[in-house]
């Protein structure tokens, strides 16, 4: 039986049981497994990896790990410049665009709030999610762990707050989504996008109470959804303030 020691750093570690965090775990095998299969055996998703050290060198997903190996995995580096180094996830995409599994309704609501593309279906099974990821080039957003370790993902990341609000917050620091947020110009319901519309093509597709008080329209190009501002503007511009934090 061989033998290789672990250390996961910075967030990594959420992935672990209590007793294996900010601590060596040290891992068993009995022939020579790739470190791919070893830190997923952590529980360490690879879409959350960015940088694995063995024995101070630099490797690939695909390097097979010998007898007493020493082996450190890193998150995504923000400020660290580690550009001679093998990184292990794939480049940023241009476009930042999301796809979120059954289980984040609210969130896709909150970043399409925010102006940014989410896919979202309560119907949506594991093998549509991934598909969708990779035709579409869309970040998989989800909190299941199994989904995330699917080998051909290449844009996906955890999400660890339960509270919708908690969980818009980390995904806008993860993702540095405050500079490209355009608010207010897509559906919340449908993901399409708003546009202005002139009170008097929306006439008979408004009540007769809101008629009589606004006068500034926005509809859905997709489902033709007619918006204003109303009692609840006051929330939605709430939401977005904290979001981006006053931008």
């Known amino acids: 039986m061989r033998h290789a020691t672990f250390r996961f750093y910075a967030e990594l570690n959420d992935f672990l049981p209590p007793g294996d965090r900010q601590r060596e775990v040290v891992r068993s095998f009995p022939d020579t497994p790739t470190v791919k299969d070893q830190v997923e055996a952590c529980g360490i998703p690879h879409t959350e990896v960015d940088l694995i050290l063995v024995n101070g060198v630099s490797v690939g997903f ?10 450190s995995v890193y998150p995504v580096f923000e400020a660290l410049d580690v550009t001679p180094l093998v990184h292990l996830r794939a480049r940023p995409l241009r476009e930042v665009r999301f796809v979120l599994d059954v289980h984040l309704g609210k969130l896709a609501r909150r970043l399409r709030l925010l102006g940014f593309d989410a896919a979202w279906s309560r119907d949506a099974g594991d093998e549509e999610l991934v598909a969708l990821s990779l035709s579409e080039k869309r970040i998989l957003l989800t909190r299941d762990r199994g989904l995330l370790k699917r080998r051909e993902l290449t844009h996906a990341a955890a999400v660890r707050a339960t509270d919708p609000r908690r969980q818009l917050a980390e995904v806008v620091e993860r993702f540095d989504l405050a500079r490209a947020a355009f608010p207010f110009t897509r559906c919340l319901a449908c993901n399409g996008k708003l546009a202005t519309v002139p009170k008097e093509d929306v006439m008979d597709r408004i009540p007769a109470s809101t008629r009589r008080h606004y006068d500034a329209f926005l509809t ?6 007619v918006f204003w501002w109303g009692a609840h503007g006051l929330r939605l511009r709430e939401i977005v303030e904290e979001a981006l934090g006053g931008r």
Do not use: F
């Open 62 to 71: 695909d390097h097979h790990l010998a007898d007493g190996d020493r082996v």
């Open 220 to 225: 859905c190009a997709s489902c033709r959804r």
